[in-house]
């Protein structure tokens, strides 16, 4: 089958560095995308990776490894209104519209 | 109106009801997609349209049935539906349902209940 694993929940303290991974498990891959949802809002896109490597956008950050099937947000400088849910996804080779989301991993930042 | 709205925002409904959800993008895109998001489940695509026409159908039941009349809106029409539908049900829309990737756009969501 395919799938995407990433932690359900991490806490970070404001300021702080915080790592979101990724692995998936899919059988054709276009590139890894991450989106963000605050509390009763509608996702909304971050970045995306189709290379192996690191792109950066501001605070955030992702990463890909295609050899490892593997990836990561990283969020630096966190703030108070980072905390939200964050989905990776993966695009389905087999049908290049279709999105495989993960179930999530919602950050808590505190004081 | 800007981006992807969607209506209505929450809708209660009986499992004998008959509803509709709207979905509208003013971004001028060719593809608009309607996903099931269901608590600590990943984002489930249920339909996709690309220039009005379904390219995709995930296996979804046949109580719930979509229609395109036109690039900028999108329906979902509900019937007998069960409790284990209660979901939020996001619409999103793309630049293009295939070629280079393209990010999509989501609405803010119908919080549908099924008593």
């Known amino acids: 089958g395919q799938s995407l694993e990433q932690p359900s929940e991490v806490t970070a303290v404001e300021g702080a560095i915080v790592q979101i991974n990724c692995t998936y498990q899919t059988s054709g891959f276009y590139g890894l995308s991450w989106y963000q949802q605050h509390d009763g809002g509608a996702p909304t896109f971050l970045s995306y990776?189709?290379?192996?490597g690191l792109e950066e956008t501001g605070r955030f950050s992702s990463f890909l490894s295609r050899s490892d099937s593997y990836g990561y947000l990283l969020l630096q400088e966190l703030q108070m209104k980072d905390s939200a849910s964050y989905f990776c996804a993966v695009r389905d080779g087999g049908s290049s519209y279709k999105l495989i989301f993960g179930s999530g991993t919602r950050l808590l930042v505190r004081p | 109106e800007t981006g992807v709205t969607q209506t209505p925002r929450h809708l209660v409904m009986g499992m004998t009801n008959k509803k509709s959800l709207k979905c509208e993008q003013h971004?001028?895109?060719?593809?608009m997609y309607w996903y099931k998001q269901s608590a600590k489940k990943p984002l489930e695509l249920m339909f996709v349209?690309?220039?009005?026409?379904?390219?995709e159908n995930n296996s979804v039941p046949s109580r719930f049935s979509p229609e395109c009349p036109n690039s900028s809106h999108l329906f979902l029409h509900l019937h007998t539906l069960q409790p284990e539908d209660s979901a939020l049900y996001l619409c999103a829309s793309s630049q293009a349902a295939s070629g280079p990737y393209n990010e999509q756009f989501f609405g803010p969501g119908t919080r549908l209940t099924v008593l």
């Open positions: 349209y690309s220039l009005e026409e379904r390219v």
């Open positions: 971004l001028g895109h060719n593809a």
């Open positions: 990776n189709a290379l192996d």
